[in-house]
């Protein structure tokens, strides 16, 4: 268990750093920004570092505050200027269909409310169970199913028929 | 085209193709976050208004001296050596004058740290850290004029008082593992009702303030006595979360509320019953986009306004009126304001604490030199007359003195 110093932290942050980059990037959709995401996260958790040994389940601590950094920077919309093309305007046709299909995927995830969009991604891309998606988001079970349920309406409303779903089986 | 399929396999099969690994070599510097967290950890500025988790940079690096070694609590309080200063003082003196600091006793502890106190400043309430192996639970302590006048032990972990009134009233918190809001009054320790919650602040009638629900997404809430079921206090329609943090003697209430998808910001509940947001200041001709309360007295509040821009958050300092609804930017050497006193006088924090009095005339309280090491102050309590602060230092090694400041 963490005892608060640094060696420990520096340990911790090792060990754990490609899974955070990796559900940053599940996220937010983009290396750089996954990087800013996770520097965000081990930044703050050093700042709290001190009294981590109270904390019971330390990776949830530290993937609820991921996800919070992620909500924070959506919520003060400093990464809307970069974010992949809009529906309105999907990559070119000659683009490789998967890419096209990730590119369209992605800009209009990345309209839906954060919320939601956290919720989705953590329950389907990360494969999380309600209950940790809502312990990292700080509500209950209850709102995760809902907001699953109006985050997957919203994107559906978002794509149209743009997305045809080739691969479920 | 998703008629044969739930909603849960539908959305996996739709967003199968963002699964992936993020490419190229990760940009994250370990040491970097080190060395920005430290100096967040002082600052203390990511913790905004919910001062709950307003961490303390500290760590249970208490060494390894017994808390036993703390004296019973004493039925009489010990003579005052330094007598409290008193608020009907004839002439208030124009500036606080003779600052001296002491280090509260802690009866042997290395470390130990003041969360709150009380308006006449003879009150002040800590918390200590024992030893490296009490684990979670933390020894809160009550000092009465300088000295230890109990110790108080709650359940569950990371226990705190947060205020103090000046019959010995204290209010806080503790998580079990959800926050529990807790009282202490005449020797007993009883919880609030209401469920998960915590108690933020209590004035002289005792009535206290916080919030209900979770840490971070609570409600604010009221309990008008400690054994009164909360209320909860009115919000604007789309409030998502909010916190009462502080209460007036005349029972005007502070706090903060959140809309859904946006920060918080300053807002007050008043004995006339009215409620409404702070209005946010002007801050060199721009609109601030947040005003960041920290405390209220006597019809004044003070605290700090937000600005974000593009790549970047700045801060400037406010004291506010609730009669005239104007604000007063305070100079940066006032320091990030932490307190106000009934008479309007001002303390902040800057490389050490100051008092901002009339005039905007500032006063650098003094350092507690025998910490070794650079030292940084953050201050939890100042008294009406504005002339007793208590706090706590924090420096290399992560060691805390908890502190008082007297003025004449």
Redesign the interface.
């Given at each position: 268990m963490a005892d608060g110093s640094d060696s420990d932290y520096v340990a911790y942050v090792h060990g754990r750093a490609t899974a955070l980059r990796r559900t940053a990037y599940l996220l937010c959709g983009d290396a750089h920004q996954a990087d800013d995401l996770v520097q965000e996260t081990i930044t703050k958790l050093y700042a709290r570092w001190a009294r981590i040994g109270r904390v019971e389940n330390l990776d949830g601590y530290v993937h609820s505050i991921l996800v919070r950094a992620f909500l924070d920077e959506k919520r003060r919309g400093w990464w809307k200027v970069r974010l992949g093309p809009p529906p309105e305007t999907p990559a070119p046709p000659a683009a490789h269909p998967d890419v096209e299909e990730r590119t369209v995927l992605r800009a209009a995830l990345s309209q839906v409310p954060a919320r939601q969009q956290a919720v989705l991604v953590l329950r389907f891309l990360c494969d999380q169970p309600v209950a940790d998606v809502a312990r990292a988001l700080g509500c209950s079970e209850g709102t995760v199913k809902s907001q699953t349920s109006h985050g997957l309406a919203a994107l559906r409303r978002i794509l149209g028929d743009r997305i045809q779903i080739g691969s479920i089986q | 085209?998703t008629n044969n399929?739930d909603?849960?396999?539908?959305?996996?099969?739709?967003?199968?193709?963002?699964?992936?690994?993020?490419?190229?070599t990760?940009?994250?510097?370990?040491a970097?976050?080190?060395a920005?967290?430290?100096r967040?950890?002082r600052s203390r500025w990511?913790a905004s208004g919910a001062a709950v988790v307003a961490?303390t940079?500290?760590?249970?690096?208490g060494g390894t001296l017994a808390f036993s070694a703390v004296g019973r609590p004493s039925p009489e309080p010990r003579p005052v050596a330094t007598p409290a200063p008193s608020v009907t003082a004839a002439a208030p003196p124009a500036r606080p004058r003779d600052c001296r600091v002491t280090r509260l006793p802690t009866g042997g502890v290395e470390k130990a740290l003041v969360t709150g106190g009380d308006p006449s400043g003879r009150w002040v309430v800590g918390r200590s850290y024992p030893t490296?192996s009490s684990?979670?639970a933390r020894p809160l302590l009550i000092w009465k004029d300088g000295a230890i006048a109990e110790t108080v032990r709650i359940g569950g972990?990371?226990q705190s008082f947060e205020d103090i009134n000046s019959r010995g009233v204290a209010v806080g918190l503790t998580?079990e593992?959800d926050a529990r809001p807790y009282a202490y009054s005449n020797g007993k320790v009883s919880q609030l009702k209401g469920g998960e919650g915590v108690a933020m602040a209590v004035n002289d009638a005792g009535v206290a303030v916080g919030s209900l629900g979770?840490v971070?997404?609570g409600m604010p809430a009221r309990w008008d006595s400690l054994t009164a079921q909360p209320r909860k206090l009115p919000v604007p329609a789309g409030t998502e979360s909010g916190e009462a943090v502080d209460i007036d003697e005349a029972g005007n209430i502070l706090g903060t509320i959140a809309a859904k998808?946006?920060?918080k910001s300053g807002y007050l509940w008043l004995t006339d019953g009215t409620h409404r947001r702070m209005p946010l200041p002007d801050v060199d001709g721009t609109k601030a986009t947040m005003f960041w309360p920290e405390s209220i007295r006597n019809g004044w509040v003070v605290g700090r306004s937000v600005i974000?821009t593009?790549?970047e958050r700045s801060f400037a300092y406010f004291r506010y009126r609730i009669e005239t609804a104007r604000y007063e930017r305070l100079p940066m050497r006032s320091g990030m304001p932490d307190g106000v006193a009934a008479n309007g006088w001002i303390i902040g924090t800057a490389q050490r604490p100051v008092i901002t009095s009339e005039g905007n005339v500032t006063t650098m309280l003094p350092g507690y030199a025998k910490a070794k090491g650079r030292q940084d102050y953050l201050v939890e309590s100042f008294s009406d007359d504005g002339l007793t602060a208590a706090g706590y230092s924090s420096g290399e090694g992560?060691s805390n003195h908890p502190l008082l400041w007297r003025c004449r």
């Amino acid at each position: 268990m963490a005892d608060g110093s640094d060696s420990d932290y520096v340990a911790y942050v090792h060990g754990r750093a490609t899974a955070l980059r990796r559900t940053a990037y599940l996220l937010c959709g983009d290396a750089h920004q996954a990087d800013d995401l996770v520097q965000e996260t081990i930044t703050k958790l050093y700042a709290r570092w001190a009294r981590i040994g109270r904390v019971e389940n330390l990776d949830g601590y530290v993937h609820s505050i991921l996800v919070r950094a992620f909500l924070d920077e959506k919520r003060r919309g400093w990464w809307k200027v970069r974010l992949g093309p809009p529906p309105e305007t999907p990559a070119p046709p000659a683009a490789h269909p998967d890419v096209e299909e990730r590119t369209v995927l992605r800009a209009a995830l990345s309209q839906v409310p954060a919320r939601q969009q956290a919720v989705l991604v953590l329950r389907f891309l990360c494969d999380q169970p309600v209950a940790d998606v809502a312990r990292a988001l700080g509500c209950s079970e209850g709102t995760v199913k809902s907001q699953t349920s109006h985050g997957l309406a919203a994107l559906r409303r978002i794509l149209g028929d743009r997305i045809q779903i080739g691969s479920i089986q | 085209m998703t008629n044969n399929l739930d909603d849960d396999r539908y959305a996996a099969a739709l967003l199968r193709p963002l699964a992936g690994e993020p490419s190229g070599t990760p940009r994250i510097d370990v040491a970097r976050a080190m060395a920005e967290g430290r100096r967040r950890r002082r600052s203390r500025w990511w913790a905004s208004g919910a001062a709950v988790v307003a961490l303390t940079a500290t760590t249970a690096a208490g060494g390894t001296l017994a808390f036993s070694a703390v004296g019973r609590p004493s039925p009489e309080p010990r003579p005052v050596a330094t007598p409290a200063p008193s608020v009907t003082a004839a002439a208030p003196p124009a500036r606080p004058r003779d600052c001296r600091v002491t280090r509260l006793p802690t009866g042997g502890v290395e470390k130990a740290l003041v969360t709150g106190g009380d308006p006449s400043g003879r009150w002040v309430v800590g918390r200590s850290y024992p030893t490296l192996s009490s684990g979670a639970a933390r020894p809160l302590l009550i000092w009465k004029d300088g000295a230890i006048a109990e110790t108080v032990r709650i359940g569950g972990s990371d226990q705190s008082f947060e205020d103090i009134n000046s019959r010995g009233v204290a209010v806080g918190l503790t998580f079990e593992p959800d926050a529990r809001p807790y009282a202490y009054s005449n020797g007993k320790v009883s919880q609030l009702k209401g469920g998960e919650g915590v108690a933020m602040a209590v004035n002289d009638a005792g009535v206290a303030v916080g919030s209900l629900g979770p840490v971070y997404e609570g409600m604010p809430a009221r309990w008008d006595s400690l054994t009164a079921q909360p209320r909860k206090l009115p919000v604007p329609a789309g409030t998502e979360s909010g916190e009462a943090v502080d209460i007036d003697e005349a029972g005007n209430i502070l706090g903060t509320i959140a809309a859904k998808g946006k920060e918080k910001s300053g807002y007050l509940w008043l004995t006339d019953g009215t409620h409404r947001r702070m209005p946010l200041p002007d801050v060199d001709g721009t609109k601030a986009t947040m005003f960041w309360p920290e405390s209220i007295r006597n019809g004044w509040v003070v605290g700090r306004s937000v600005i974000d821009t593009e790549r970047e958050r700045s801060f400037a300092y406010f004291r506010y009126r609730i009669e005239t609804a104007r604000y007063e930017r305070l100079p940066m050497r006032s320091g990030m304001p932490d307190g106000v006193a009934a008479n309007g006088w001002i303390i902040g924090t800057a490389q050490r604490p100051v008092i901002t009095s009339e005039g905007n005339v500032t006063t650098m309280l003094p350092g507690y030199a025998k910490a070794k090491g650079r030292q940084d102050y953050l201050v939890e309590s100042f008294s009406d007359d504005g002339l007793t602060a208590a706090g706590y230092s924090s420096g290399e090694g992560l060691s805390n003195h908890p502190l008082l400041w007297r003025c004449r």
